[in-house]
């Protein structure tokens, strides 16, 4: 294996994140505004629901997805040396073991770390790598100081923000390394332009998924306004908070909750 990674690679745990980056933002909101609703204080969660969908949905397709796009890039992206641990007979390298494969699945629990010691050289590939570890590290943060501080809801928007701005950068990585388009072409490290016009991707990447996530937000207080009175107590009788918010229900005051349901 000569080449050094591939477009599907970097394409796909892009697509993964974005995914999971998005279910934890509508998890985030409605645990927000539901916990206003029902008056109680705002609790994070390490995962959430999705109205009628079983509580494990999101850890199986934690589980499955992540193994999904590993396979497809092992097989689009790596032909001939995905079947076997072992370089195959007639290489230079036969019968050792073909590294990045061996140890593919224990790089999930050290992706941080792999990330900051994965040397590169020309200038804007490192610059594209560099980048990418700063959102894993922020991510990992985030997530930490959730742990230490549950009842923040700026911290669970953090955690969520990084995942998707984690997710767009593996998309403009793709696009820069891949894609052989002209304005990222450094002629063997002579032009610095490409190298200084990453870190202004990025920013713009940030802006973006900033208002986008604002966006999200105003679209969420406006549901949720419209689900007060009548309609928010059927709401919650329909079973479509999560579970940590009926248990708050359950412990708010009575006249709370009588005054919420004849707002």
């Known amino acids: 294996m000569t080449e050094g990674g591939s477009w ?6 892009g697509v993964v994140l974005g995914i999971w980056g998005i279910w934890t933002m509508q998890g985030v909101f409605r645990n927000f505004f539901n916990s206003r609703r029902i ?28 193994v999904l796009a590993m396979s497809l890039e092992l097989y689009f992206a790596h032909l001939g040396g995905w079947r076997s641990v072992l370089c195959p007979a007639g ?10 494969h061996c140890f593919l699945y ?21 610059m594209v790598h560099s980048i990418l570890l700063y959102t894993m590290v922020s991510t990992a943060a985030f997530a930490l100081a959730e742990a230490v501080h549950p009842r923040s809801f700026l911290l669970s928007c953090g955690r969520v923000a990084s995942m998707l701005i984690q997710s767009a950068w ?7 390394m891949f894609e052989r388009h002209t304005a990222w072409d450094e002629e063997d490290g002579n032009d610095m332009a490409p190298v200084m016009m990453a870190p202004v991707v990025f920013m713009a990447s940030i802006v973006v998924i900033s208002a986008a996530m604002f966006a999200a937000f105003l679209a969420f207080h ?17 079973g479509l908070l999560d579970a940590d918010s009926h ?11 009588d005054t919420n349901c004849h707002v």
């Open 8 to 13: 599907i690679g970097h394409f796909l745990p």
């Open 39 to 66: 008056k109680a204080q705002y609790l994070s969660q390490a995962t959430y629901t999705l109205w009628r969908f079983p509580a494990r949905s999101e850890s199986v397709c934690k589980l499955l997805l992540p």
């Open 91 to 100: 290489t230079a390298r036969a019968g050792r073991f073909y590294g990045p």
């Open 106 to 126: 224990l790089a999930l629990l050290c992706k941080s770390l792999l990330m900051w010691l994965h040397k590169k050289h020309a200038p804007l590939d490192s």
């Open 170 to 176: 593996f998309f403009a990585a793709t696009s820069i």
């Open 222 to 238: 406006a549901f949720h306004n419209n689900v007060k009175g009548t309609r928010g107590c059927s709401y919650e009788q329909a």
């Open 247 to 257: 248990s708050a229900a359950r412990t708010s005051p009575p006249n709370a909750r």
